[in-house]
């Protein structure tokens, strides 16, 4: 093996060694997801408190936010990877539907909720969006 061809080794398999340990968007958004441990609180539209509390759970595969402050109306959401390029959340509502939402990166992408319990009229079939992932 010539001299050029070993440097030519060396740095092809330091690139590969790169990509391979290069996180994808949806890893990173759900590693930023799972340094967010512990309660937020804030102020909804009519000025009402309430809080979110998010907790790293199943051995570090899924984190839990429980929306709390809203009376009977208190919810869950549960986000986790569905392998290394997709950040999945099922938000379990309090009228009773569970619309799943899958993040993107890119800002003009319009996510495409489906729901179990609800048709896709309902109001609560609009999109979101995240910022402070982005």
């Known amino acids: 093996m010539t001299r050029s061809t070993r440097t ?8 590969a060694v790169s990509a ?36 790293v759970v199943s051995g570090g595969s899924a984190v839990i936010s429980e929306i709390m402050g809203q009376g009977p109306e208190d919810m869950i959401s549960m986000f986790h990877l ?27 992408a319009r996510p495409s909720p489906s729901t179990t319990s609800t048709p896709p009229t309902s109001p609560h079939q609009t999109p979101a969006t995240c910022s402070a992932w982005s």
């Open 8 to 15: 030519a080794a060396v740095i092809f398999l330091a690139l």
């Open 82 to 108: 569905d392998g290394a390029n997709r950040l999945l959340l099922t938000h379990y509502c309090s009228v009773g539907n569970q619309p799943r939402m899958q993040a993107t990166v890119s800002p003009t």
């Open 20 to 55: 391979a340990l290069a996180q994808s968007g949806a890893q990173k958004a759900f590693a930023t997801i799972k340094s967010m441990p512990g309660t937020w609180e804030g102020k909804t539209s009519d000025g009402r408190t309430v809080e979110v509390t998010f907790k």
